[in-house]
């Protein structure tokens, strides 16, 4: 058993059943409190649905974008329709050579703030770094790294959540336009602009929907993620030094 603490945090709860109703944010959701609870809520989307646009996500997102997230606000079969046009790019990083370039990417960026004395890590390493590492992801120019890096920490809420989300889809739309005017490429946005599903074109709404996914879930989380794992390591430098110690370690570290 682990030592956390917060191993089993619900263990009481989960004698009653495998789900209890919380209130977040002023609305009452319901959390399931098992693993199997968890896999056989997102089997059954009959019962448990993802079409519901703007919904998906906790707290809701209706101020934040005008468009449904693609493919995650679906069901099937829609949803592997969708999920077959974008596979090509989550499959990159399998490729060695896209591996080569990742940790190309991380030697620079460390090698960089390592120059200094002090550093803000979100904003001087993070932030930078996975926007770096997320042109490298929809096969796109480095320098679209300096435009999303200007974005600052999270596109929706940093400042004004409202004005900050509707700036993400102004500059979407200013980037589809100009991959609709010319002949497809193998970049993200040239690939959803010209892509087509159940033998149509992608309307608008729904490239806006890919590429609002594709930014919200490799932005935020991974520079979240890089600031907390940096923080673990200065406060529990063990873990770092066990990690160094043996090799075997790292991909579960990463994943961790």
Same mark, same amino acid.
């Given at each position: 058993?682990?030592?956390?603490?917060? +191993?089993?945090?619900?263990?009481?709860?989960?004698?009653?059943?495998?789900?209890?109703?919380?209130?977040? #944010?002023?609305?009452?959701?319901?959390? &399931?409190l098992g693993f199997e609870a968890?896999?056989?809520?997102?089997?059954?989307?009959?019962?448990?649905?993802?079409?519901?646009? $703007?919904?998906?996500?906790?707290?809701?997102?209706?101020? *934040?974008?005008?468009?449904?997230?693609?493919? %995650?606000?679906?069901?099937?079969?829609?949803?592997?329709?969708?999920?077959?046009?974008?596979?090509? $790019?989550?499959h990159r990083p399998r490729e060695?050579?896209?591996?080569?370039?990742?940790?190309? %990417? &991380?030697?620079?960026?460390?090698?960089?703030? *390592?120059?200094?004395?002090?550093?803000?890590?979100?904003?001087?390493?993070?932030?930078?770094?996975?926007?770096? &590492?997320?042109?490298?992801? $929809?096969? *796109?120019? @480095?320098?679209?790294?300096?435009?999303?890096?200007?974005?600052?920490? +999270?596109?929706?809420?940093?400042?004004?959540?409202?004005?900050?989300?509707f700036m993400l889809e102004d500059?979407?739309?200013?980037?589809?336009?100009?991959?609709?005017?010319?002949?497809?490429?193998?970049? $993200?946005?040239?690939?959803?602009? +010209?892509?087509?599903?159940?033998?149509?074109?992608?309307?608008?709404?729904?490239?806006?929907?890919?590429?609002?996914?594709?930014?919200?879930?490799?932005?935020?989380?991974?520079?979240?993620?890089?600031?907390?794992?940096?923080?673990?390591?200065? #406060?529990?430098? @063990? %873990? &770092?030094?066990?990690?160094?110690?043996?090799?075997?370690?790292?991909?579960?570290?990463?994943?961790?």
């Amino acid at each position: 058993m682990s030592g956390c603490p917060f +191993h089993d945090a619900f263990s009481e709860q989960r004698k009653a059943g495998d789900a209890m109703p919380i209130e977040f #944010e002023g609305e009452e959701i319901t959390m &399931l409190l098992g693993f199997e609870a968890v896999r056989d809520a997102a089997r059954d989307f009959r019962s448990f649905t993802s079409d519901t646009p $703007f919904r998906v996500p906790i707290p809701s997102e209706e101020t *934040m974008r005008s468009v449904r997230q693609l493919p %995650i606000e679906t069901d099937p079969p829609e949803h592997s329709q969708y999920v077959r046009l974008i596979k090509p $790019f989550f499959h990159r990083p399998r490729e060695l050579e896209y591996v080569a370039r990742v940790e190309a %990417i &991380l030697r620079e960026a460390l090698s960089d703030v *390592m120059l200094y004395h002090e550093i803000e890590v979100v904003r001087d390493l993070a932030l930078p770094l996975q926007s770096r &590492l997320l042109t490298l992801l $929809f096969n *796109m120019d @480095e320098s679209e790294a300096d435009v999303w890096t200007g974005w600052g920490i +999270h596109v929706f809420h940093d400042g004004d959540g409202e004005e900050k989300g509707f700036m993400l889809e102004d500059y979407i739309n200013q980037k589809l336009d100009e991959a609709e005017s010319t002949p497809e490429a193998e970049d $993200f946005f040239s690939v959803i602009a +010209h892509a087509e599903v159940k033998g149509r074109r992608l309307t608008r709404a729904e490239q806006v929907g890919f590429i609002n996914l594709a930014f919200a879930g490799g932005r935020d989380t991974i520079i979240h993620s890089i600031g907390a794992l940096l923080v673990l390591c200065y #406060e529990q430098p @063990e %873990i &770092l030094e066990k990690i160094r110690q043996n090799e075997s370690l790292v991909d579960l570290a990463a994943e961790e």
